[in-house]
């Protein structure tokens, strides 16, 4: 096969480029925790990105699409292209005008109804306990959408929830 037809190599961290005796041996240390060493959020003072890599490699796809929509909701929108110029287009994830989030019970009401009219739908047939990418997508939407609820509960009127 021509090398200009050739599929791109995909991107793989130096840990999943060694044997795997190595991996085994770092898989180990990864999971190894000292009995009297407990390490809280607060302690941590830089990023391993190779157990992030790992770790984030347990999770399935909601959970991944959870922790991304997470991470980009930090993202200042002045470094959005650094993080995703390689995967959308700008028009797909921004916009240029005034943009207002909407209240906790419109959000959760527009959620309902998306969730109502077969918006997460997705049809594949039946394979055992695998589910559809529709099926991870509403659950990470679902997700999303009860920690906003969990955030803002301490500052929203109860009586203003009528739902």
């Keep these: 096969m021509p090398d200009a037809l050739a599929r791109p190599k995909p991107f793989r961290m130096p840990s999943e480029r060694w044997t795997k005796k190595k991996r085994d041996q770092l898989d180990s240390l990864l999971t190894f ?16 990105q190779e157990r992030l890599w790992w770790s984030m490699r347990g999770l399935d796809r909601a959970g991944m699409m959870v922790l991304l929509a997470r991470a980009l909701a930090k993202v200042p929108a002045s470094q959005l292209e650094s993080v ?38 997705e049809y ?34 109860p009586a203003l929830v009528g739902l």
């Design 33 to 48: 925790a000292p009995d009297n060493q407990q390490l809280s959020w607060p302690d941590v003072d830089h990023l391993d």
């Design 84 to 121: 995703c110029r390689d995967y959308f287009f700008a028009g797909d994830i921004g916009g240029v005008s005034t943009h207002v989030e909407l209240d906790l019970c419109a959000a959760v009401h527009r959620f309902c109804r998306f969730s109502k009219a077969g918006h997460f739908y």
């Design 124 to 157: 594949m047939d039946y394979r055992g306990s695998e589910q559809s990418d529709g099926t991870h997508n509403f659950c990470a939407r679902c997700q999303s959408t009860f920690e906003r609820c969990v955030a803002e509960s301490e500052t929203t009127d």
